[in-house]
Structures are given as C-alpha cells and as structure tokens.
C-alpha cells in the first residue's frame, strides 16, 4: 500500500527569523500555530504591525479572522497569506483582557477584515475601537449577549421589535432624487435568502448594503459539538448544497488530517480528487445556468442544460457515494467505501458524460459567451480591479475573473492535484463576462481531471485498493494546538480554524467560507452602475448563503 501526505507543505520563502525582526516593535510574544509562525500583538498596534506584514513582507491575503474567548483573555487572530504563494503563511494574535475586549480594527489595512470583525465582535463580543461601522452581522442589533462567549445564556427570550426591518429613511422628508429599495430577502435573483439595502439615483445605484444573517446555521456550534473522528464530516455538505459537497468534505478532511497527523492512501487520494472536481462540475453549471435567467431570462434552453447536465453528474455522485445531495462520502484517512461495482459500468458511465461534454460546453458559449445580451450586459459591468479584489480577500472564480492566478489546488497541492496535467483558468477582463468565461473553462478543465483519474483507477492493481488508512477509533489532537487549513471549493477557498483542547471535540472551529468574503465586494463592483448591472454583478458572485450565514 502506496500511503501519501495528504497536506505537502512547499519551503516557506519567508523565514520566522525576518519575520520577528519586522514585528519586533509591535510583538510581545510568539504562539505555536501548525504551518504558521504566529506573532503576539498588542491590540492597539494591529494597524501598524498588519501594515508591516502587507507593505514589507508582502502577505497581501487576510485569508481568515478568527475570534474566540478563553477564561482569561479574547483572541482576535488574523491569518495572513500571499496570493502569489499560499503556503507562505503567518497568524497575528491579538489578546485582550476579559473586562475590556477592545483592539484596533484590521479594516484600514485589509478591507475583508469589515465583515469578518463584524462577525466577531456580533458572536464573541470583541470590539473594534476604529472600525467604520461595527454593528451586529448575523443577529438583529437588539440581541442580548454574544452567542460565541463562555457566558451566553442560550435560555434567554429574545424579541426583535419591528424597527428592527423598518425603512432607514422611511422618515426623510427632502424632496432629493435618490430612493430606498429593498432587494429581496426572497427574490429569486437573490439566490437565497439575501436582503440587499440599496439606494438609487434615478436608475443608478449609488449604495448597497448586503444585509446577510437571514438562516445563521449555527454550523461553527455544531462542529464544536460533534467529535473530529464521526461526528463533524457530515456536515460540510451542508455549507454549499449548490453542489459543492465533496469539496468541502475535503476542506474538513484537510484540517483534521494535517491535525492529527493521519495520512491518506494514494488510492483513496485519486478517488477524492476525481469526486472533487465532479462537485466542482455540479457547482458551475449550476452557476451558469442561473446566470442565464438573472440576465438574460432563459429558462427553457440554457437553463435547463444546465439541469440536464447536472443530473447526469449527481446520478454518477450518487452511484459513488449513496447519496444525491449530501453525501457524507469522505472520511478521515480516506473515502467510507470503494468504487461501485461493476466497476467497468460506472467507468464507462463517467466517461460516457465526458465524451458529450464538449458538445454541450460549445453549446453553452453559443447560448451565453456569444450571445449579444449576455455581453451587453456583462462586458465592462461589474468591475473588479485586482488590487480590490485581494484586499476584500477574494478567492475562486471571483478572483480568477480579476487576473489573480491564485488556486490552492495548484499553489497549496493537496490530493492527487500536483500529480495530473491541468491548468488553472484565468481571465483578466475583471467583469461580470470574465467571471463567466472563468466557470465555463473550469468544467473543461474539471473534465481533465476526471478523466486522469478514470485512467489511473481503471488500472490500479486490485491488491492496492485501500480506501482508509489505520485511524484511531478516537482523535484527541494535542490540547492547545492550532491550525488553518484550506481546499479550492467550487466557490473560492474554504478554510477551517480549528483549536484543540486535549479532547475529542474541538475547542473552536471556525469556517472561512469563500462566498462570505467575494459577496462583501458586492458595493465596490456595484456602486454607479444600474439596477440591472447590480443583478448581473450579483449573479456573476456565484454566492451561496449556507457558508455566508455559516
């Protein structure tokens, strides 16, 4: 049996030591965190000791912002990466005392630190002095307590008065041109339950505000609750029910393994990442198809394409997982079965879908990418310069669409990734047509993948076909150890935060899903365009809401 690391971490190309030096004047201590050095800040020396990090050393992505209590302190830590090389890492903590939980805001130096110090501050109760409009995120601003904190009263009756959804200018009496519009919650262009503030000049829009928190899953809690060996992996399926199940399987797989020290069989390796790619498959068209009715409204052919095609996918997922929807297929170590029998059936299935796909994938260029409308409305709407796009920490196609060559697959390999011929799709025309284009060549490059992998199972030797390494009935990670770790989900990069207390359940689990950071660029690619263009720009965020309402 061929056992492989499942986590391979490339040689850091900057030192701990040059890392100290730049922090010296703002660090009191230094942390253990796996695969990142971590610094100890104090809270009213974020800005400047961040502002080094960005400026001097080039970490350029706040990858992920993580808020927990202890008995003794709060700890904000903020997870630092380089677009152009992810493995390069580092972590900023910053404690403050129990009875005065107030640290500098990280937003001046990295704009994606608005919502996730919102989030903070709404489910753990740490403050951000300077922040430019700290209030609730994910709770109505009449919640009592701190859902997160050691001291919250889950017993307590809440009532949320109706100003909570009154107008905010229901009393503004000036006779101006501009005008308050709700869009949705429950709109169907809204893809979920997302209540978008926005107010008009005229038909242009000149302020939006995503209002989100509509179906807080409580998904952090959960996991919390649950065990790292059985517990916790039927879960992740339910951040992205758009298809992308399996991936964030994995970015749960990810973590835990790398945690714990637990290899994964090369087998199993190959099995993960052809199952992968086919949820990234399921994930765009889904995307492309809804795309098709937000802009142009075409329901009966590229709609239902799309439809068609996803079905064909979810009877192979289902066929390999037992399950349509959630599948709960990855375990820690491997995968929970093999490969359905006859195995030359579900072989000749998946290549069978793989042998139409071009024909279809022509067809949905000749349907969007070269439709008239479709470019009318996309080209050169929805903006999103590169330098924008990193600061609000965007990931995935999203990014990809601005001409950031960044894809954890390639830049962070995990799985079976570093061993097949791919290539990464980049555009660079930073619009609403490139985000497009940028989902339309991934499936192609989706097909690769899967049909590298068919080859590779279809030959593996039967006596080699292990599924599972040896894990202990029992995961107790070493108590106060930390780690970030992350996967390329169909939306952008899924992280997860995890601290271990010695037990078999973890002490703080915290999800970085990609949609939570693309759908907060939302105003700066929106803001002067027109009410259709803020239809179009939303849509071409491909957001979901199960991981931003987490």
């Not at 190959?270 to 199952?275: D, E, K, S, W």
């Not at 142009?296 to 394409?305: I, K």
């Not at 289902?318 to 170590?333: A, D």
Request: net charge negative; glycine share 6%.
């Amino acid at each position: 049996m061929t056992v492989r690391n499942p986590n391979p971490r490339p040689e850091s190309t900057t030192t701990d030591e040059s890392l100290a030096d730049l922090l010296s004047p703002y660090a009191v201590g230094r942390d253990d965190h796996l695969n990142a050095p971590a610094f100890v800040i104090r809270p009213d020396e974020v800005h400047a000791a961040l502002s080094t990090l960005r400026d001097e050393a080039g970490f350029d992505h706040c990858s992920c912002v993580t808020a927990q209590e202890y008995e003794d302190r709060y700890e904000s830590i903020y997870h630092l990466k380089k677009y152009d090389d992810p493995t390069d890492e580092v972590s900023v903590v910053v404690p403050t005392p129990t009875d005065d939980p107030v640290s500098e805001s990280a937003d001046p130096v990295y704009r994606t630190a608005d919502w996730h110090e919102r989030e903070a501050y709404d489910l753990v109760g740490i403050e951000y002095d300077d922040h430019p409009d700290l209030r609730r995120i994910l709770l109505p601003e009449t919640w009592q307590g701190h859902p997160l904190g050691r001291d919250y009263d889950q017993d307590r009756p809440q009532i949320v008065p109706l100003r909570e959804h009154a107008n905010p200018i229901g009393e503004d009496d000036r006779h101006g041109e501009t005008m308050f519009l709700n869009v949705g919650p429950h709109h169907p262009a809204t893809h979920g339950v997302l209540h978008l503030e926005v107010v008009l000049d005229g038909e242009q829009v000149v302020d939006v505000d995503p209002d989100i928190g509509y179906i807080h899953r409580c998904e952090e809690q959960m996991a919390q609750s649950g065990t790292y060996r059985y517990q916790i992996m039927p879960y992740p399926d339910r951040w992205d029910w758009g298809g992308g199940g399996l991936l964030n399987e994995w970015a749960y797989a990810r973590v835990a393994e790398d945690l714990a020290d637990i290899a994964v069989p090369e087998y199993a390796q190959v099995i993960r990442t052809m199952g992968a790619e086919l949820s990234r498959i399921l994930s765009h068209l889904l995307a492309v198809g809804t795309y098709a009715l937000d802009v142009v409204g075409d329901f009966t052919a590229t709609f239902m394409y799309a439809i068609t095609d996803r079905e064909t996918v979810q009877n192979v997922l289902e066929e390999l997982t037992g399950q349509r929807l959630m599948f709960n297929y990855f375990r820690l170590g491997g995968v929970v079965w093999d490969l359905p029998e006859p195995r030359g059936e579900f072989f000749g299935t998946v290549r069978e879908f793989l042998d139409n796909l071009p024909r279809r994938l022509e067809e949905y260029h000749d349907l969007l990418t070269a439709n008239e409308i479709l470019q009318a409305r996309t080209v050169d709407t929805g903006v999103l310069p590169p330098e924008v796009a990193k600061s609000y920490g965007c990931t995935g196609p999203v990014a990809r669409g601005s001409g950031i060559d960044y894809d954890l697959r390639r830049d962070d390999p995990y799985g079976y990734y570093d061993e097949l011929d791919w290539n990464v799709a980049v555009e660079d025309g930073c619009d609403n047509y490139s985000r497009l284009l940028v989902r339309l060549r991934e499936i192609e490059e989706s097909a690769k993948i899967i049909e590298q992998c068919v080859d590779l199972l279809e030959d593996w030797p039967e006596d080699e076909r292990t599924i599972q390494s040896n894990v202990p009935r029992t995961v107790r990670p070493d108590d106060d150890t930390e780690i970030y770790r992350a996967v390329e989900a169909a939306k952008g990069e899924l992280g997860i935060y995890v601290r271990a207390d010695g037990t078999e359940k973890p002490a703080r689990f915290k999800i970085r899903g990609p949609s939570f950071s693309n759908l907060q660029a939302l105003p700066e690619i929106a803001n002067g365009e027109y009410v259709p263009d803020l239809i179009a720009s939303l849509g071409s965020l491909d957001t979901i809401m199960g991981e931003v309402d987490r």
